[in-house]
Protein backbone atom coordinates (compact mmCIF):
# COMPACT_ATOMS: atom_id res chain seq x y z
CA UNK A 1 0.00 0.00 0.00
CA UNK A 2 0.98 3.60 -0.76
CA UNK A 3 2.75 5.34 2.04
CA UNK A 4 0.29 8.66 3.17
CA UNK A 5 1.67 11.50 5.30
CA UNK A 6 -0.59 13.53 7.52
CA UNK A 7 0.01 16.40 10.10
CA UNK A 8 0.51 14.88 13.24
CA UNK A 9 -2.07 17.34 15.06
CA UNK A 10 -4.73 20.15 13.99
CA UNK A 11 -7.03 22.27 16.16
CA UNK A 12 -10.52 22.91 14.49
CA UNK A 13 -12.95 25.86 16.38
CA UNK A 14 -16.57 23.94 16.97
CA UNK A 15 -18.87 24.92 14.46
CA UNK A 16 -16.25 25.67 11.93
CA UNK A 17 -15.06 23.15 9.17
CA UNK A 18 -12.64 21.30 9.46
CA UNK A 19 -10.47 20.58 6.73
CA UNK A 20 -7.97 17.52 6.77
CA UNK A 21 -5.06 17.30 4.47
CA UNK A 22 -3.64 14.15 3.19
CA UNK A 23 -0.38 13.73 0.67
CA UNK A 24 -0.29 9.94 -1.06
CA UNK A 25 2.02 11.04 -4.02
CA UNK A 26 2.86 7.41 -4.96
CA UNK A 27 -0.79 6.25 -5.02
CA UNK A 28 -0.87 3.97 -8.40
CA UNK A 29 -4.04 3.62 -10.46
CA UNK A 30 -5.70 0.51 -8.43
CA UNK A 31 -5.62 2.45 -5.14
CA UNK A 32 -8.08 3.46 -3.10
CA UNK A 33 -8.56 6.38 -0.14
CA UNK A 34 -9.98 5.54 3.12
CA UNK A 35 -10.41 7.92 5.79
CA UNK A 36 -11.26 6.01 9.48
CA UNK A 37 -11.02 7.80 13.04
CA UNK A 38 -10.57 6.77 16.52
CA UNK A 39 -11.93 8.41 18.96
CA UNK A 40 -9.93 7.72 22.41
CA UNK A 41 -10.51 3.98 24.04
CA UNK A 42 -12.38 3.35 20.81
CA UNK A 43 -12.51 0.97 17.75
CA UNK A 44 -11.30 2.69 14.41
CA UNK A 45 -14.79 3.96 12.63
CA UNK A 46 -14.79 4.47 9.03
CA UNK A 47 -15.41 7.59 7.53
CA UNK A 48 -15.59 7.73 4.09
CA UNK A 49 -13.64 6.38 0.69
CA UNK A 50 -12.79 7.30 -2.83
CA UNK A 51 -10.90 6.14 -5.93
CA UNK A 52 -10.58 9.57 -7.82
CA UNK A 53 -14.47 11.69 -7.55
CA UNK A 54 -15.02 13.76 -4.75
CA UNK A 55 -17.40 11.95 -1.94
CA UNK A 56 -19.74 13.09 -0.16
CA UNK A 57 -21.72 11.32 2.81
CA UNK A 58 -23.54 11.87 6.57
CA UNK A 59 -20.14 12.30 8.34
CA UNK A 60 -17.90 14.51 5.91
CA UNK A 61 -16.92 15.00 2.60
CA UNK A 62 -13.60 13.48 0.68
CA UNK A 63 -11.96 16.18 -2.11
CA UNK A 64 -9.34 13.84 -4.68
CA UNK A 65 -6.53 16.31 -6.45
CA UNK A 66 -7.12 15.40 -10.04
CA UNK A 67 -3.69 13.94 -9.94
CA UNK A 68 -4.66 11.60 -7.04
CA UNK A 69 -1.64 12.60 -5.70
CA UNK A 70 -3.45 14.38 -1.59
CA UNK A 71 -6.82 14.47 -0.59
CA UNK A 72 -8.78 16.53 2.13
CA UNK A 73 -10.77 15.33 4.49
CA UNK A 74 -13.66 17.72 5.12
CA UNK A 75 -16.08 17.70 8.12
CA UNK A 76 -18.09 20.66 7.53
CA UNK A 77 -19.51 21.68 10.95
CA UNK A 78 -16.97 20.48 13.77
CA UNK A 79 -18.59 19.08 17.38
CA UNK A 80 -16.68 18.11 20.04
CA UNK A 81 -17.42 14.66 19.55
CA UNK A 82 -14.87 15.07 16.62
CA UNK A 83 -11.92 15.20 18.29
CA UNK A 84 -10.45 12.27 17.51
CA UNK A 85 -7.11 10.89 15.38
CA UNK A 86 -7.82 10.85 11.72
CA UNK A 87 -6.12 8.53 9.67
CA UNK A 88 -5.68 8.54 6.28
CA UNK A 89 -4.69 5.21 4.02
CA UNK A 90 -4.74 3.87 0.48
CA UNK A 91 -5.48 0.58 0.11
CA UNK A 92 -5.06 -1.72 -3.36
CA UNK A 93 -8.13 -3.61 -5.09
CA UNK A 94 -6.53 -5.86 -7.17
CA UNK A 95 -4.86 -8.17 -4.20
CA UNK A 96 -7.19 -10.40 -1.96
CA UNK A 97 -7.64 -11.63 1.29
CA UNK A 98 -4.97 -10.57 3.91
CA UNK A 99 -4.07 -7.92 1.65
CA UNK A 100 -7.08 -6.20 2.30
CA UNK A 101 -5.61 -5.36 5.71
CA UNK A 102 -5.67 -1.78 6.72
CA UNK A 103 -2.34 -0.52 7.64
CA UNK A 104 -2.73 2.88 9.89
CA UNK A 105 -0.16 5.49 10.23
CA UNK A 106 0.46 7.87 13.23
CA UNK A 107 -2.79 9.81 12.00
CA UNK A 108 -3.78 13.37 12.56
CA UNK A 109 -4.87 14.13 16.17
CA UNK A 110 -7.68 16.62 15.48
CA UNK A 111 -8.58 18.59 18.52
CA UNK A 112 -12.10 20.64 18.27
CA UNK A 113 -12.10 23.74 20.89
CA UNK A 114 -15.31 25.15 22.48
CA UNK B 1 -26.37 -7.29 17.11
CA UNK B 2 -25.92 -4.32 15.43
CA UNK B 3 -22.30 -3.89 15.43
CA UNK B 4 -19.02 -5.77 16.17
CA UNK B 5 -18.73 -6.99 19.56
CA UNK B 6 -15.54 -8.04 21.70
CA UNK B 7 -15.08 -9.72 24.87
CA UNK B 8 -13.67 -8.70 27.85
CA UNK B 9 -13.51 -5.27 27.34
CA UNK B 10 -10.60 -5.59 29.60
CA UNK B 11 -8.19 -8.08 30.84
CA UNK B 12 -5.74 -8.15 33.19
CA UNK B 13 -3.37 -11.30 33.39
CA UNK B 14 0.16 -12.50 34.50
CA UNK B 15 3.08 -13.40 32.06
CA UNK B 16 2.94 -16.41 31.70
CA UNK B 17 -0.92 -17.39 31.63
CA UNK B 18 -3.41 -18.36 29.01
CA UNK B 19 -6.12 -15.69 27.81
CA UNK B 20 -8.42 -15.63 25.45
CA UNK B 21 -10.05 -12.97 23.62
CA UNK B 22 -13.63 -13.01 22.02
CA UNK B 23 -14.98 -11.37 18.70
CA UNK B 24 -18.97 -11.69 17.88
CA UNK B 25 -18.88 -9.98 14.30
CA UNK B 26 -21.85 -8.58 12.23
CA UNK B 27 -24.21 -11.17 11.54
CA UNK B 28 -24.37 -11.88 8.00
CA UNK B 29 -20.68 -10.77 7.88
CA UNK B 30 -18.39 -13.87 6.32
CA UNK B 31 -14.80 -12.11 6.83
CA UNK B 32 -13.05 -11.11 9.84
CA UNK B 33 -9.44 -9.23 10.67
CA UNK B 34 -8.03 -9.59 13.90
CA UNK B 35 -5.25 -6.60 14.65
CA UNK B 36 -3.41 -5.35 17.81
CA UNK B 37 -2.25 -1.53 18.60
CA UNK B 38 -0.05 -0.82 20.82
CA UNK B 39 0.00 2.60 23.09
CA UNK B 40 0.51 5.41 20.68
CA UNK B 41 0.91 2.77 17.71
CA UNK B 42 -0.93 2.49 14.51
CA UNK B 43 -2.77 -1.55 13.77
CA UNK B 44 -0.72 -4.53 12.99
CA UNK B 45 -2.73 -6.99 11.56
CA UNK B 46 -2.59 -10.40 13.30
CA UNK B 47 -4.77 -12.77 11.58
CA UNK B 48 -7.11 -12.73 8.70
CA UNK B 49 -10.88 -15.38 7.96
CA UNK B 50 -12.42 -15.55 4.95
CA UNK B 51 -15.77 -18.21 5.22
CA UNK B 52 -14.59 -21.52 4.70
CA UNK B 53 -11.01 -20.46 3.51
CA UNK B 54 -8.08 -21.33 5.65
CA UNK B 55 -7.16 -17.56 7.39
CA UNK B 56 -4.42 -16.42 6.84
CA UNK B 57 -1.97 -16.26 9.89
CA UNK B 58 1.12 -14.72 8.48
CA UNK B 59 0.26 -11.40 10.84
CA UNK B 60 1.07 -13.52 13.96
CA UNK B 61 4.06 -12.64 16.07
CA UNK B 62 4.89 -15.97 17.49
CA UNK B 63 3.62 -19.44 17.71
CA UNK B 64 1.67 -18.18 21.31
CA UNK B 65 -1.14 -16.66 19.46
CA UNK B 66 -3.56 -18.64 17.75
CA UNK B 67 -7.53 -18.00 16.52
CA UNK B 68 -10.20 -19.90 15.59
CA UNK B 69 -13.71 -19.01 14.09
CA UNK B 70 -16.35 -21.39 14.41
CA UNK B 71 -19.39 -21.80 12.75
CA UNK B 72 -18.09 -19.03 10.42
CA UNK B 73 -19.41 -16.55 13.26
CA UNK B 74 -17.85 -15.99 16.28
CA UNK B 75 -13.98 -15.91 16.56
CA UNK B 76 -11.67 -16.59 19.80
CA UNK B 77 -7.70 -15.43 19.52
CA UNK B 78 -5.70 -17.09 22.51
CA UNK B 79 -2.65 -16.37 23.64
CA UNK B 80 -0.38 -18.51 25.53
CA UNK B 81 2.08 -18.00 27.98
CA UNK B 82 1.38 -14.45 27.64
CA UNK B 83 4.31 -11.62 28.01
CA UNK B 84 4.83 -8.06 29.30
CA UNK B 85 4.89 -7.04 25.20
CA UNK B 86 1.61 -8.49 24.33
CA UNK B 87 -0.01 -5.92 26.04
CA UNK B 88 -2.27 -4.26 23.76
CA UNK B 89 -5.67 -3.60 22.50
CA UNK B 90 -6.86 -6.56 20.57
CA UNK B 91 -9.21 -4.91 18.24
CA UNK B 92 -11.48 -6.87 16.02
CA UNK B 93 -12.95 -6.10 12.24
CA UNK B 94 -15.55 -7.93 10.34
CA UNK B 95 -16.38 -7.28 6.54
CA UNK B 96 -19.64 -8.27 4.42
CA UNK B 97 -18.06 -9.75 2.27
CA UNK B 98 -14.11 -9.92 0.39
CA UNK B 99 -13.94 -7.16 -1.43
CA UNK B 100 -11.06 -4.79 -1.39
CA UNK B 101 -13.81 -1.84 -1.18
CA UNK B 102 -16.02 -4.10 1.93
CA UNK B 103 -16.01 -1.47 5.12
CA UNK B 104 -14.01 -3.07 7.77
CA UNK B 105 -16.20 -2.33 11.14
CA UNK B 106 -14.48 -2.96 14.29
CA UNK B 107 -15.59 -3.15 17.59
CA UNK B 108 -14.73 -1.34 20.60
CA UNK B 109 -11.48 -4.07 21.35
CA UNK B 110 -10.15 -5.85 24.34
CA UNK B 111 -7.34 -3.77 26.07
CA UNK B 112 -4.97 -6.38 27.62
CA UNK B 113 -2.35 -6.08 30.38
CA UNK B 114 -0.01 -8.19 31.39
CA UNK B 115 2.18 -7.42 34.70
Known amino acids: DAKTTQPPSMDCAEGRAANLPCNHSTISGNEYVYWYRQIHSQGPQYIIHGLKNNETNEMASLIITEDRKSSTLILPHATLRDTAVYYC???????????????FGKGTLLTVNP | GAGVSQSPSNKVTEKGKDVELRCDPI?????LYWYRQSLGQGLEFLIY????????KSGLPSDRFSAERTGGSVSTLTIQRTQQEDSAVYLC?????????????FGPGTRLTVL
Open chain 2, 27 to 31: SGHTA
Open chain 2, 93 to 105: ASIVGGLPTDTQY
Open chain 2, 49 to 56: FQGNSAPD
Open chain 1, 89 to 103: IVRSFTSGGSNYKLT
